[in-house]
């Protein structure tokens, strides 16, 4: 019955992406299907807006379609089977966009779809802004680590459930290997960062891992390096990107002039051996002393400054997102649950999607007569109050402009509360990046007992959930808003809500109709008629 419910999702959104002769690549992430097209302009974004289980789109480097944790995972699979089967079938002209309805449609004020619309707009701006050097390579950061998130999720609620039994000294025969289980991941995960880091930039990913594998092997204890042993997993992350890297780079050298005769022997051989030596008497070293400065770094900033560092990293996290710099922090997080089995920066930054929760709450109430936008929210919750965020940040709050700001606000009141916690010596982390909301409860780890974690995070989230709310409510909507806004046509409403224009349209309002008073107003029509109209 599910895969039914996923290859029937699947097939929903197929054609209105354009259809297999369209799609180039597909790939997903946590939460979004992440597609390639051929023709942008033959994608149908409201239709695939209005699909059963399709949360929002975003349009970035790549048309992502969001479906929320563990929906994508399996509807993925369907979509690339789809699209296989509709080639390998004699292929259908590819449908094209629905026409727009004959007639001026009815006026109304402004409504859900529109402001989908208007976050459209703003993540088109802002994608053509954000395509610089730096956010590109932060993207390809990215594409390094997050193939990783399913397994750190895996193996962080493993380990969360064995140090509940340890603690209460349940299942010792079973400890032990749910203990490995949690443990071999982590214990290997460099080689899994060289490998992806090595496909990401170009080169032959196996030997990506095969250096970035020396980081991990035990006997590189024997090597003594500035007068110091090296110890394994010293550098962890850090020093296996920075080895594939290098690997890349060499392999390229060798491609170009080792003769082809040889390749196959040389190339390989040249390869581990240079850019593993360079590993081995510099990278580890130094790759070591940047992630030992992290972990020191991170603890003191929360030890010291915890509820101005918290209400900062909460109240900016989501403008982050936006701007596409929170893919630098995913490294971070890595390195910091490698070297302290945690990462305390997570639940703070969580607390981001907390204020969107109570913004979009506050939103609801204010606006009773938006039938649109209420429905929108209605659908957009669960996720939210899940940690998906994107549709609430893209369907409501980014668009409405204020609600967006408010929203911030809540999280920063969310981190604040935890960062305090953190200055009291009461550290909350997440033993894996990806979730949060209620989606971090199973993984939440630190250096006091599971139900204090759970009561300062939670608290956190509550924090959160009502200063985002009476931000919204009081200081999210002005005069004009709330008149523009607190109509919609799918409520019935007249006209007499709508006193002037509305603030995305720039032409002037028409007369009421004759005959019709206090009914719907007629359109502008695009056209200009004989007599101008009047400047507004």
């Not at 509807?75 to 089967?85: D, K, N, R």
Request: aromatic share 6%; net charge negative; hydrophobic share 50%.
């Amino acid at each position: 019955m599910a895969e039914n419910k996923n290859r029937a999702l699947a097939a929903a959104i197929l054609p209105l992406v354009g259809g297999a002769a369209n799609v180039t690549t597909v790939v997903h992430c946590m939460t979004r299907l992440r597609l390639g097209l051929a023709d942008r302009s033959l994608v149908q974004d409201e239709a695939l807006k209005a699909v059963p289980g399709v949360m929002g789109v975003v349009e970035d480097d790549t048309y992502q379609i969001v479906l929320g944790p563990g929906t994508v995972a399996r509807v993925t699979p369907e979509f690339e089977a789809l699209v296989e089967e509709e080639r390998a079938a004699a292929p259908a002209p590819a449908p094209q966009p629905v026409p727009a309805t004959a007639g001026a449609p009815e006026p109304h004020p402004v409504t859900a779809e529109e402001l989908a619309a208007r976050g459209a707009e703003i993540k088109a701006e802002r994608k053509a802004r954000n395509a610089t050097p730096l956010k590109l390579f932060l993207r390809r950061i990215a594409n390094i680590f997050v193939p990783l998130i399913p397994a750190l999720i895996g193996c962080g609620i493993i380990a969360g459930v064995n140090g509940l039994l340890v603690n209460l000294g349940w299942a010792p025969g079973v400890t032990p290997a749910l203990g490995a289980l949690a443990s071999g991941f982590m214990a290997l995960i460099a080689v899994f960062v060289g490998y992806n880091t090595a496909k990401e930039f170009g080169g032959t990913p196996i030997l990506g891992g095969a250096v970035a594998s020396i980081i991990v092997f035990p006997g590189i204890g024997d090597v003594e390096v500035f007068g110091s042993q090296l110890s394994p997993g010293q550098g962890g992350v850090l020093g296996a990107l920075g080895a594939a890297v290098l690997a890349v780079h060499v392999e390229r050298w060798c491609r170009r002039w080792v003769p082809e005769a040889v390749d196959v022997l040389v190339t390989p051989t040249v390869t581990v051996l240079v850019s593993g030596l360079v590993t081995v008497f510099g990278l580890m070293f130094v790759a070591g002393q940047i992630a030992s400065g992290i972990g020191t770094g991170a603890d003191w900033l929360l030890e010291n400054t915890g509820a101005f560092a918290g209400f900062v990293l909460g109240g900016l996290f989501l403008p982050l997102v936006m701007l596409g710099l929170h893919q630098a922090l995913i490294p971070i997080h890595t390195t910091l649950i490698e070297s302290q089995g945690y990462t305390a920066l997570l639940p703070i930054l969580a607390m981001a999607g907390a204020g969107q929760v109570g913004c979009a709450v506050a939103v609801y109430l204010r606006l009773r007569r938006n039938a649109s936008l209420r429905r929108t929210i209605r659908s957009a919750m669960p996720a939210g109050i899940l940690g998906v965020g994107e549709p609430l940040i893209y369907g409501v709050s980014l668009p409405l402009g204020r609600p967006f700001i408010t929203a911030c606000v809540g999280g920063a009141a969310g981190g604040a509360f935890i960062g305090a916690f953190s200055m009291l010596g009461d550290t909350v982390g997440s033993t894996a990046i990806g979730p949060s909301g209620w989606a971090l409860f199973p993984l939440l780890a630190g250096n006091q007992s599971l139900g204090l974690l759970i009561a300062v995070y939670g608290g956190g989230l509550l924090t959160g959930y009502l200063v985002g709310f009476l931000a919204t409510y009081f200081f999210g909507f002005s005069k004009q808003m709330l008149t523009d806004l607190n109509a919609d046509v799918d409520a019935g409403e007249s006209g007499e809500a709508r006193t002037e224009a509305e603030p995305t349209d720039g032409a002037p309002e028409a007369p009421d109709a004759p005959g019709t008073p206090g009914g719907p107003r007629p359109e502008t029509p695009p056209a200009p008629a004989p007599a101008p109209a009047p400047s507004s």
